[in-house]
C-alpha cells in the first residue's frame, strides 16, 4: 500500500507527463500550470512525510514558508518555486489579472523552464523522500 506521500508523488509525476506533453504540442499555458502543480503535490508530499500536515494553499511560496523548522533544506528552492508560482493564475483563467505575466501569455522559453524546474525539483523531493524510507 502507498503512503500519502508517494500518491502525492504519483500525482505530481502525472502534471510533469500532461506538461511534458503540452509542451510537445506547444501548449505553453498547460506546460506552465502542469508545471506548477506537479512542484505544488511534490512539496506537500514532502511535507505530509516530514509533518504530517500541509498549508491549504497552492501558492509554492506558501508551502515552502509553513514550516521555518525546514527552511535549511526547501529555502534553496525558492526562487524556482516563486518562478513557477506566477504561472498558476494567469495560465488557468482567461480573466486573470491582467499583467501577471509581462508577455501576456506564457512564451515557448517560460514553457521550457518551468518545465525543466518542475522536473528538477520533483527528481529533488522524490530523492528526499526515497532516502528516507
Known amino acids: 500500500m502507498k503512503t500519502e506521500a508517494q500518491r502525492w508523488l504519483e500525482f505530481a509525476r502525472e502534471d510533469i507527463q ?30 505530509v512525510a516530514r ?30 518555486c516563486r518562478n513557477l508560482d506566477r504561472f498558476y493564475i494567469p495560465t488557468r483563467y482567461p480573466d486573470a489579472l491582467p499583467g501577471s505575466l509581462p508577455t501576456g501569455e506564457p512564451t515557448q522559453k517560460d514553457a521550457q523552464e518551468a518545465l525543466q524546474d518542475a522536473k528538477a525539483l520533483v527528481n529533488e523531493i522524490q530523492q528526499k523522500l526515497v532516502g528516507e524510507k
Open 51 to 80: 509533518k504530517g500536515t500541509y498549508p491549504k494553499s497552492h501558492s509554492l511560496e506558501a508551502l515552502l514558508l509553513a514550516y521555518p523548522d525546514l527552511d535549511s533544506e526547501l529555502l534553496p528552492w525558492s526562487d524556482r
Open 18 to 47: 500532461m506538461a511534458d506533453w503540452a509542451l510537445s504540442q506547444d501548449i505553453y499555458r498547460q506546460t506552465c500550470f502542469h508545471s506548477q502543480k506537479a512542484v505544488e503535490k511534490a512539496l506537500k508530499g514532502l511535507l
